[in-house]
Nanobody, 118 residues
């Protein structure tokens, strides 16, 4: 059973950069598609970005395209979300998710808080 652990969340200022990490506390991620979602208080969880198992297909939400970069290192069993030019509206809890031969994101981490002050 794969268990995901996010880290890297912090309080930053608008315009700053931050890098989130999603690591497997158990299991191997190399066969999993991976994604990041975020949820702000009072809002529904929204898709941020996804990457397929070998890193060949990466998708971004329009709100983050050009500012965020999703990557993975299967050798390190880790996925990364580099976030540049952060805006206050990026403030949310960020969740890492995985799926294995499924249309559903069925493995989730506990989340890491990102707060961007203006």
């Amino acid at each position: 059973q794969v268990q995901l652990v996010e880290s890297g969340g912090a309080l930053v200022q608008a315009g700053d950069s931050l890098k989130l990490t999603c690591a497997a506390a158990s299991g191997r991620l190399s066969a999993f598609d991976m994604a990041w979602f975020r949820q702000a208080p009072g809002n529904e969880r929204q898709f941020v970005a996804s990457i397929n198992w070998n890193g060949g297909i990466i998708n971004y939400a329009p709100a983050v395209k050009g500012r965020f970069t999703l990557s993975r290192d299967n050798g390190k069993n880790t996925a990364y979300l580099q976030m540049n030019s952060l805006k206050p509206e990026d403030t949310a809890t960020y969740y890492c998710a995985g799926r294995l031969r499924s249309n559903e994101w069925d493995v989730w981490g506990q989340g890491t808080q990102v707060t961007v002050s203006s």
